[in-house]
């Protein structure tokens, strides 16, 4: 059983930055994908970024509309993920989930996680 907890969310003005943390309990952390999706009022569940470690290499993966302005990273001592938001925008207002996968499937899919973090609210004013 993995446990994810996720914090950094708030209230920030277009154009501003927010670092969302996922720590996750378990020892097995660097074997999983860790993902971050989003949810907007009245919309569905959407993929943000997921990273995935294979022994020394880290691989990233973004949705485009975050292209260049997020960046997921991953401290493996920590057991912590966190997102880099930068660049925001109204648009980019949902609550932001945590999510882990231990089979490394496709990393998009949000059915294909297992465990999910409570979520954090992230608002951007214009």
């Known amino acids: 059983q993995v446990q994810l907890v996720e914090s950094g969310g708030g209230l920030v003005q277009a154009g501003g930055s927010l670092r969302l943390s996922c720590a996750a309990s378990?020892?097995?952390?660097?074997?999983?994908?860790m993902g971050w999706f989003r949810q907007a009022p009245g919309k569905e569940r959407e993929f943000v970024a997921a990273i995935r470690w294979s022994g020394s290499a880290t691989y990233t993966y973004y949705t485009d509309s975050v292209k260049g302005r997020f960046t997921i990273s991953g401290d493996n001592a920590k057991s912590t993920v966190y997102l880099q938001m930068n660049s925001l925008k109204p648009e980019d207002t949902a609550v932001y989930y945590c999510?882990?996968?231990?089979?490394?499937?496709?990393?998009?899919?949000?059915?294909?996680?297992?465990?999910w973090g409570q979520g954090t609210q992230v608002t951007v004013s214009s």
């Open positions: 999510a882990a996968d231990p089979a490394q499937s496709r990393y998009g899919v949000s059915h294909e996680y297992d465990y």
């Open positions: 378990g020892r097995t952390f660097s074997r999983y994908t």
